[in-house]
T-cell receptor
Framework: QKEVEQNSGPLSVPEGAIASLNCTYSDRGSQSFFWYRQYSGKSPELIMFIYSNGDKEDGRFTAQLNKASQYVSLLIRDSQPSDSATYLCAVKGGSYIPTFGRGTSLIVHP | DVKVTQSSRYLVKRTGEKVFLECVQDMDHENMFWYRQDPGLGLRLIYFSYDVKMKEKGDIPEGYSVSREKKERFSLILESASTNQTSMYLC??????????FGSGTRLTVV
């Protein structure tokens, strides 16, 4: 059984701080990793993907992947209240069916 | 802008009715998916399709069926709606190695 684990939160950070969201996975054969943002009552939206070990930066977002330790992280710099949402981690192995975590709720307070 | 369009945003149906949820994508994606999302349970895969007229069961296919007659359209059918099928239904599409593009979702209530 492939598993993707996320702390459900909520993770509460002040505006302007760095929010760090973590995800661990069980399948060592996993090849691609995705972060989705889901606002309350809305559908998930893909915000980052990473395939290789290391960091990938896109604006205020950085995805970090460590395959040896089987974790992937999402850092949000200069957090804004508009970043308040649930963040879903998804992991794909050899197939095109990802395994989703249950998400971490992030609250950015002014 | 690429899109996945779900036909209804909110739907209320009676127990025992046959319900059709439609999903259309304009990205020429091979793969299409139907999920339901419930509080505390996360996203659960109902069915998926990797080609026209092909379909595969996901984790919770019981009580559902699907149809994919054209590449851009993937329909979810609730054969006889029950109250435990009240949920948010999400359609998604993707290329084989890429992430998903989700539709806006259909919140179905079965009374």
């Amino acid at each position: 059984q492939k598993e993707v684990e996320q702390n459900s939160g909520p993770l509460s950070v002040p505006e302007g701080a760095i929010a760090s969201l973590n995800c661990t996975y069980s399948d060592r054969g996993s090849q691609s990793f995705f972060w989705y943002r889901q606002y309350s009552g809305k559908s998930p939206e893909l915000i980052m993907f990473i395939y290789s070990n290391g960091d990938k930066e896109d604006g205020r977002f950085t995805a970090q992947l460590n395959k040896a330790s089987q974790y992937v992280s999402l850092l949000i710099r200069d957090s804004q209240p508009s970043d308040s949402a649930t963040y879903l981690c998804a992991v794909k192995g050899g197939s095109y069916i990802p395994t989703f975590g249950r998400g971490t709720s992030l609250i950015v307070h002014p | 802008d690429v899109k996945v369009t779900q036909s209804s945003r909110y739907l209320v149906k009676r127990t025992g009715e046959k319900v059709f949820l439609e999903c259309v994508q304009d990205m020429d994606h091979e793969n299409m998916f139907w999920y339901r999302q419930d509080p505390g349970l996360g996203l659960r895969l109902i069915y998926f399709s990797y080609d026209v007229k092909m379909k595969e069961k996901g984790d919770i296919p019981e009580g559902y069926s699907v149809s994919r007659e054209k590449k851009e359209r993937f329909s979810l059918i609730l054969e006889s709606a029950s109250t435990n099928q009240t949920s948010m239904y999400l359609c998604a599409s993707s290329l084989s190695l890429s992430g998903y593009t989700f539709g806006s979702g259909t919140r179905l209530t079965v009374v």
